[in-house]
């Protein structure tokens, strides 16, 4: 240990990020940490409210079916289908399918990794077992 009387040296730091391997392993860990915690959150909190969002909705379609059937008013459903059917195909192949899915999650990735949100495939990884737990 050196004495308080002795000058201490400074650190001189070469240029550009010279980073030990350790430190490196440990910052790969926290961000690791930290965008599983965020999508392992995010996953929760989606599959919440989506869950909410189809109590609703299948109430509120109950509810329109029955004003339908005392004639109340008329729904013109194959017309709602196909405008939810084109809305749904995310991809603009002319049909909904697995390959929808799969786009509608990379869009919502990408979309969260805007200006750069750290861990991308731990906030993935994190996301899935968030909606799988909710």
Known sequence: MPDKDEPRTPIV?????VVPVEQQRANLAILATFGGFAGF????F????????????GGMLIFLQYLARIGFLEIHWKVISE?????????????????????????FVK????KGFPATA?????????????
């Open 13 to 17: 730091r070469p240029p550009g990020p």
């Open 41 to 44: 959150s995010s996953g929760y």
């Open 46 to 57: 989606a599959k919440k409210v989506g869950k909410l969002t189809l109590f609703f909705a």
């Open 83 to 107: 405008d939810f059917e084109k809305e749904l195909d995310l991809n603009k192949d002319g049909k909904v399918d697995a390959r929808d899915v799969t786009h509608g999650i990379s869009t």
């Open 111 to 114: 979309w969260m990794s805007y």
């Open 122 to 134: 731990g906030y993935t990884a994190g996301l899935l077992a968030g909606w799988h737990s909710g």
